[in-house]
């Protein structure tokens, strides 16, 4: 199994990234798929999740209205954009297929003026 972010780097309040997660090494269609995300000194947190088909998205409170999961089975690709970012998202963030143990490498996200 492997799992690659990407996408990350360092954003200005208020602006706009999109992430990416490649999953390889499992059957991608077969699984929900969620974003977590640990800021530095905290614990690692959900941030949001959408089902097999894509159908059905459930979000955190914190990131609710701004970001937006999404995702590609014909590319084994799941999508996080974050719009109006805050210094408060500051975090590596983390694709998880759900109810497996599998985690890549992360991406960081930095929001400061």
Same mark, same amino acid.
């Given at each position: 199994?492997?799992l ?31 974003? @977590?995300? =640990? ?5 690692? %947190?959900?941030? +949001? ?7 059905? !998205?459930? /979000? ?6 701004r ?11 799941? @999508?996080? =954009?974050?719009?109006s970012?805050?210094? %408060?998202?500051? +975090? ?7 109810? !497996?143990? /599998? ?11």
């Open positions: 199994v492997q690659v972010e990407s996408g990350g780097g360092w954003v200005q309040p208020g602006g706009s990234l999109r992430l990416s997660c490649a999953a390889s090494g499992f059957t991608f269609s077969s699984y929900h798929m969620n974003w @977590y995300r =640990q800021g530095p000194g905290k614990e690692r %947190e959900w941030v +949001a999740a959408i089902s097999r088909t894509g159908g059905t !998205t459930n /979000y955190a409170g914190a990131v609710k209205g970001f937006t999961i999404s995702r590609d089975n014909a590319k084994n690709t799941v @999508y996080l =954009q974050m719009n970012l805050r210094p %408060e998202d500051t +975090a590596v963030y983390y694709c998880k297929p759900a109810m !497996t143990d /599998y985690w890549g490498q992360g991406t960081q996200v930095t929001v400061s003026s």
